[in-house]
């Protein structure tokens, strides 16, 4: 069971960014799915979930950027957006897959998968 980001790299200061999530080995289809990110020396924050239907969004307790989800089934993926970034925002960024769903988003034990990160970095 595999989840992979793409997407990630640099982007300028007060830019956008899409990062998509897929899979192999499972169905995308049947998990919630959130994005978290984990910046040095600080804790895994969540920022955006979605239930496996995509009719479902939960954004993360204290996220102070702009952020969206979406997920194509058809396509096996889930999209995060996010604009408006700072450096600040530099981090290595998460998708995680959780059967049961995300109540909150937040990481913990609702997490089932997790995949290895993509690095985001906001500089000129």
């Known amino acids: 069971l595999q989840l992979v980001e793409s997407g990630g790299g640099l982007v300028q200061p007060g830019g956008s960014l899409r990062l998509s999530c897929t899979a192999s080995?499972?169905?995308?289809?049947?998990?919630?799915i959130g994005w978290f990110r984990q910046a040095p020396g600080k804790e895994r924050e969540g920022l955006v979930c979605?239930?496996?239907?995509?009719?479902?969004?939960i954004f993360g307790d204290s996220v102070g950027l702009r952020v969206d989800i979406s997920r194509d089934n058809a396509k096996h993926v889930v999209y995060f957006y996010a604009d408006r970034l700072n450096p600040g925002d530099s981090a290595i960024y998460y998708c995680?897959?959780?059967?049961?769903?995300?109540?909150?988003?937040?990481?913990?034990?609702?997490?089932?998968?997790w995949g290895q990160g993509i690095q985001v970095t906001v500089s000129s």
């Open positions: 080995g499972f169905s995308l289809d049947d998990y919630a």
């Open positions: 995680a897959a959780s059967r049961s769903g995300f109540k909150w988003c937040r990481p913990g034990s609702a997490v089932d998968e």
């Open positions: 979605i239930s496996a239907n995509g009719r479902t969004t």
